[in-house]
């Protein structure tokens, strides 16, 4: 008998990594949620054997609905949406800043999709998978404040333990690395060419410090697969890879051919590169990376080799080669 996975943010990275992953497996059906089950992504979901219900994040009896009867739920909530839509300066309350009302509308997403899985805990639901990430501020013993798109993610996971003792013993988190992606869309973060010729990649902090990628869209899924596989109560650094940023910059320009040179500039030319809020949010995950390592020294956590994966993570090197860099090779 077939099992059924839900899936939210299902035509995200995160969530259609999940997906590709899932639908690999005939013994596995697949839903997912969507305000509209009429836009494009969602047809093309349909047409690959996925079932699309209409459901908003927002209203939690609409996810009750959707996640009725599945064996397994994979939840992810999604911070820099609201934060770079110019319409949510409109939503800020006197005095608030953008960050923390981006943390507030992610926390009570995040808590509206445990509510609804926690209807179905007692009943059909063998694991709940909850894509986290580290409590800077718990783990920086409040030095780093400002890192609300981490928080948030690990605030829904206390708000698991807390409120459905019942639900936690059948969630395992999921903590993805930096997203190989980012560098794609040739921003801030992304190697840049100077006038010399030579592709510049610029950060405040040094190219020692290690970097944790993941090929969102490529390896999600085998990491989700394999926390579905395991009891519960896990909590697994979905790592591709690690490099330090250098050494990744290092092996982007060789195999693109091209020579590379890491910068480590100010603080003050850090905020120069972006608004002022997106700056300092970078700026203190930077610094906590820098000082206590990605994961902040977090005890408990598994890394890939501690689980059994069905496809082995991709390398950096083979990510680098199968991608598009047309828009930062210029």
């Not at 349909?46 to 209203?59: L, P, R, S, T």
Request: hydrophobic content about 35%.
């Amino acid at each position: 008998m077939s099992k059924l996975i839900v899936v939210f943010g299902g035509t995200g990275n995160q969530g259609g990594s999940v997906i590709n992953t899932f639908l690999k497996d005939p013994n596995w059906k697949i839903r997912t949620i969507t305000r509209d089950v009429t836009k494009p992504q969602s047809v093309a979901l349909q047409e690959k054997g996925v079932e699309v219900v209409q459901g908003d994040i927002g209203n939690v009896d609409s996810l009750v609905a959707a996640v009725q009867g599945a064996n397994a739920v994979y939840g992810v909530t999604d911070f820099w949406g609201a934060f770079f839509n110019p319409a949510t300066q409109k939503q800020l309350a006197p005095g608030q800043s953008i960050n923390k009302h981006c943390y507030d509308l992610e926390v009570q997403q995040g808590k509206n999709i445990v509510d609804a899985v926690a209807t179905i805990a007692d009943t059909t639901l063998d694991v709940f998978v909850w894509s986290s990430l580290s409590d800077v501020a718990k783990l920086s013993k409040g030095k780093y404040t400002w890192v609300y798109h981490f928080d948030s993610k690990a605030h829904v996971y206390d708000y698991i333990k807390e409120a459905y003792p019942n639900l936690a013993k059948k969630t395992s988190t999921y903590r993805p690395g930096q997203y190989a992606e980012n560098w794609l869309s040739a921003g801030a973060f992304a190697p840049h060419k100077a006038e010399d010729g030579v592709y510049e990649q610029v950060s405040n902090v040094g190219e020692e410090v290690i970097h944790p990628w993941t090929d969102t869209r490529g390896d999600t899924g085998k990491f989700v697969r394999a926390l579905t596989q395991t009891s519960p109560e896990k909590h697994l650094m979905g790592v591709s890879q690690t490099l330090s940023y250098g050494d990744y910059l290092k092996l982007w320009g060789e195999v693109n051919g091209v020579p590379t040179r890491y910068v480590k500039i100010s603080q003050e030319q850090f905020y120069g590169l972006l608004p002022p809020a997106a700056a300092k949010e970078f700026d203190e995950m930077n610094a906590f990376i820098a000082e206590f390592g990605y994961y902040g020294g977090e005890p408990g956590l598994l890394s890939p080799s501690d689980l059994k994966l069905d496809e082995q993570p991709t390398t950096a090197k083979d990510w680098i080669k199968a991608q598009d860099w047309s828009r930062v090779l210029k």
